[in-house]
Structure formats: C-alpha cells, structure tokens
C-alpha cells in the first residue's frame, strides 16, 4: 500500500467521523449553529456564498478576539516560566483551527466566484495582494453550475 492510498483511506476515515460528530450535532440546538457556523471545517471543496462566507467569518474572528483577550486578562496559571504541554496545546489549538478555518472559508468562496483555491497565494504579494484578494472575495457568485459544483443555496 502505498502513500498516496493511505491518506486517501485516512481522510475517508476523518470524513466518516466528521459526518458521524455532525449528525450528532445537529440534534441539539448549539450543535446546529456550532455545525452552521464551522461548516465542515477541513473541508476546502466546493462553494460559499458572499452573506454566509463573511458572517462565518466575523464570527470566528470575534470568538479568536475573545480568547485571546480572556487569555490576556487571566491571571498566570503556573507558577514556573516554562509552559507546560497542555499551554503549548491550547495556543496551538487557539492559533491554527481559526486559521484553517478561515482558510477553508476563503477557498470556498473563491470556489463560488469562478477562481481556483491558489488564488489565495495572491494576498501574499506585497503592495495590493490583500486588496486583490478582497476584491475577489467580494465579487458575484458565478451563476449556476461551475467546475467546483453547484452554487450555494
């Protein structure tokens, strides 16, 4: 067996599991919104509109603003100035799930107006790259069926 069909078997795996949690979710009130608001959060395949994509995404930065703020305002926890694992993990956690979702967010969108997901490597370029990218991010959804899949609903 090689590399390539291992991941592939594994992200089957994390699918299942991801569809098996959602389904549970969705049974409860918060879960519905939780699974509303995080909207398969690996997942950078197919279309988001303009509305949802950045109410998805004002939420997140302002639930990142609040952790990071309650971060700041708690008093120190451990007496000894080396972390310890479970810090390491909160600020691991804290940093990079906002940050793939954001960027499964953004790719979908991207994905709606017509562009492929490497459109986003534009905002890296200096001198306008963010302003391009937002530019794009806010453009009409293309109408109908594209290369990404069916428009959103």
Known sequence: MGIASTLASAGDRLRLAETALVAKLRRH???RWAVW?????????????RGDAWLRIVII????ALFVSAAFLL?????EPAPN???ILAALFNT????VILLSIIVRRLHDTGRNGWSLLVGLFPYGGPLILIVFLLGDSQPGTNEFGAPPR
């Open 75 to 79: 008093p120190e926890v451990s007496p």
């Open 61 to 64: 930065a302002a639930c990142y």
């Open 29 to 31: 009130a918060a879960g």
């Open 85 to 87: 694992l479970a810090e």
């Open 96 to 99: 990079f799930l906002p940050l």
């Open 37 to 49: 608001c995080l909207g398969y959060v690996p997942d950078f395949r197919g279309r988001i509109g």
